[in-house]
């Protein structure tokens, strides 16, 4: 792992997650009448809206398609969500496209080798705790928390820390009275 480049983190202006194992810590429960159930973590689910709040865009790009990743995905209000996505780079690159970023100015979060496309192009890569060790060899950063645990949460915030916005985002929070 890097040490974390400040100036890399300047220039985000986009988040995109990867969900099965990020936002989730990667179990998948089938229940009897074949749905699926998913467990979120609610300091990810409030980082996601920090982030929003602070003005940045939000995708998923999902390997896996999901009911419950679209409810998720709809309760935070994240704008971009791309599910089934078996080679997830040419829609990283549409992605890019239709937003008009570089993929300089977006960071990626992960768990597996699916990822490796995206996280190896991106401006800032993240691999959560519990990823395979072929993503965290190229990862810019490491999270302490593993998927599901508050690992976007950590991803978040370190990048909202390092670029100057976490400080007016709690003015929200120390002025309540």
Known sequence: MRSIDKEKISKIKMFVFDLDGVFTDGSIIINEDGS???VYN???GHG???WQRAGFKTAIISGRATKATSLRAQQLSIEYVFQGCKEKLPVFESLLDSVKLKPEEVAFIGDDVIDL?????VGFGVAVANAVDELKEYADY???QPGGKGAIREAIELIL???GKWDSLMERYLTQG
């Not at 496309?117 to 192009?121: H, K």
């Open 161 to 163: 820390k390092n670029n």
């Open 142 to 144: 490491v999270t302490s």
């Open 117 to 121: 496309p995206i996280l190896t192009r």
């Open 42 to 44: 609610v300091l990810d």
């Open 48 to 50: 996601v809206k920090l």
């Open 36 to 38: 699926e159930s998913k």
